[in-house]
């Protein structure tokens, strides 16, 4: 192919890019980590990153990247850079772009007793018609991470200029303009979101966040370049100045992109640092019982079901580190020597609380059924079967939502690299999972696909045929009684693992 798009998708663990071609092919990609600073405090936990480690980390995997690329042959022109990153984190930028303090993650919850200063009666039904979610009493959002800036960071918060997600302050860095959109302001709970693209803040969600005005930054559409790579950007990731932006996109939405998901009859599973269910749907609606939502999207009109799961490779590399595997991939191998249903060991997922389909901050994870004979092995697999069964405890309630029944789901991101994972995941669901071919670069290749079709290069109704499918895993019709028993007390124990019942 004669043109890439270069795609940065900015993780929790770190920022991979990619250099991908219109079909979809990734010519090369690269990562670099990222560190995290967890620590405890009397208000919960606190977990931030230094923006300026995510950006340097984004200049050597783009360096790494296209060296990799030249190994093959000239480097086909580059004709836009795609931006997408984990969400609900927050980064105080000045009017320059630069970041005046730390990344506040996703994780964080030393914000959870301020937000529940901001919920009334009106106030929660205000949040829940216009937007769709409520402040969360976990602080596990940009109205929580706000406070905690302005408490914790207060030089910080008062330099800022504009408070924005991960991939809004790396198009800052790039352009030099500092941005948001609709879809990436979605956790500061300041959008109508009852009209898709929307590109100016609903006043009286604003006063309801108790959010500053004055730090929300300008709105541009979902759609469209939204500036060019300028000078100093150029010169650090060594591409072209002037090149095509667009805007950033939530890497949930751009995985569900990636993989193929853009109507309410397709899904996909996409298991990285947490796992979810994606699909899109063409209206917005919640389901704020079952922690199902629907945040505007890029896709045109459509609205991306965001049913968040919880935690999924992360839970592979807790339970890899406690079980003294030398790698996931070895603790991979050692879970196939175990049986379907982990000789009856099961592993409930909740190590930070469980989301969709049952929402509760203080439910925590637990291996059960233990007994003298069991060794890692068992562990190891029920590791895997246990996040498998969590989402087949979320399906039902995402085809209730989007009105769909799945006759197969496709599996993407760093968990789809592991063929026994899919065929975890295909005996839990009990349908078939498509593994798709390069599936770390999900999310990557999603961005690359949107920019793409902004420059008219693509429809992305053409995407699902652009998609190529590593393996196709059938359920194993003997392994379907251990399969339900396990979902059976996975969901019967749920109520139980809470630590405040």
């Known amino acids: 192919m004669s043109e890439c798009v270069l795609a940065i998708d900015l993780g929790t663990g770190g920022p991979k890019v990619a250099l991908v071609d219109p079909t979809g092919h990734t010519l090369a990609w690269r990562s670099r980590p990222v560190a995290t600073n967890l620590f405890d405090t009397p208000d919960g936990r606190g977990a931030e990153q230094s923006p300026e480690e995510m950006w340097s980390a984004i200049v050597a995997a783009t360096h790494d990247t296209l060296a990799a690329a030249r190994e093959h042959g000239p480097l086909p022109a580059i004709v836009a850079v795609a931006v997408t990153s984990q969400y609900m984190s927050t980064v105080p930028v000045g009017a320059d772009g630069l970041p005046t303090g730390p990344c506040v993650l996703w994780m964080d919850t030393r914000g959870a007793a301020h937000n529940l200063t901001r919920l009334t009666d009106d106030s929660f039904m205000l949040f829940l018609e216009r937007h769709g979610m409520i402040p969360l009493p976990s602080g596990n959002d940009n109205v929580a991470h706000a406070h905690v800036l302005q408490t914790n960071h207060p030089d910080a918060y008062a330099a800022a200029t504009a408070l924005v997600e991960p991939m809004d302050y790396v198009i800052a860095r790039l352009t030099g303009r500092v941005v948001a959109t609709q879809s990436t302001v979605f956790g500061q709970l300041v959008c109508d979101n009852r009209t898709w693209n929307r590109t100016e803040y609903d006043p009286e969600l604003v006063a309801a966040t108790g959010l500053d005005p004055a730090k929300l930054a300008p709105l541009v559409g979902l759609q469209g370049v939204v500036g060019e790579v300028r000078a100093t950007a150029a010169d650090e990731l060594g591409i072209a100045a002037g090149t095509p932006v667009f805007p950033g996109t939530i890497d949930s939405i751009t995985s569900a992109v990636g993989s193929g998901a853009l109507a309410a009859d397709a899904a996909a599973v996409i298991i990285g640092t947490t796992s979810v269910l994606v699909s899109h749907i063409p209206e917005h609606r919640a389901d704020i019982t079952a922690g199902i939502l ?145 599936p770390r670069a999900t999310n990557a290749r999603g961005a690359a696909f949107l920019a793409f079709a902004g420059l008219g290069t693509i429809d992305l109704a053409d995407v699902p045929a652009l998609l190529h499918v590593d393996q196709v895993h059938e359920p194993a019709p003997a392994a379907r009684a251990p399969m339900e028993a396990a979902l059976a007390r996975l969901t019967a124990l749920h109520p139980a693992l809470a630590l405040h019942p």
């Open 294 to 438: 629907a945040v505007p999207s890029p896709v045109d009109g459509m609205y991306y079901v965001m049913a968040e799961n919880g935690v999924g490779g992360r839970a592979l590399e807790w339970a890899q580190r406690l079980l003294g595997a030398s790698s996931t991939e070895q603790a991979v191998a050692l879970a196939a020597d175990a049986p379907p249903g982990s000789a009856g060991v099961g592993f409930m997922p909740w190590l930070l609380g469980s989301i969709a389909p049952n929402p509760n901050d203080d439910v925590r994870g637990a291996y059960v059924g233990l007994s003298l004979h069991h060794d890692r092995h068992h562990l190891l697999r029920a590791t895997l079967e246990g996040v498998a069964l969590n989402l087949a405890w979320l399906l039902p309630h995402v085809e209730t939502f989007t009105g769909h029944s799945y006759p197969f789901v496709r599996f993407g991101g760093g968990g789809a690299t592991s063929a026994l994972w899919a065929q975890v995941l295909a005996d839990a669901l009990n349908i078939p999972v498509h593994r798709l071919a390069e």
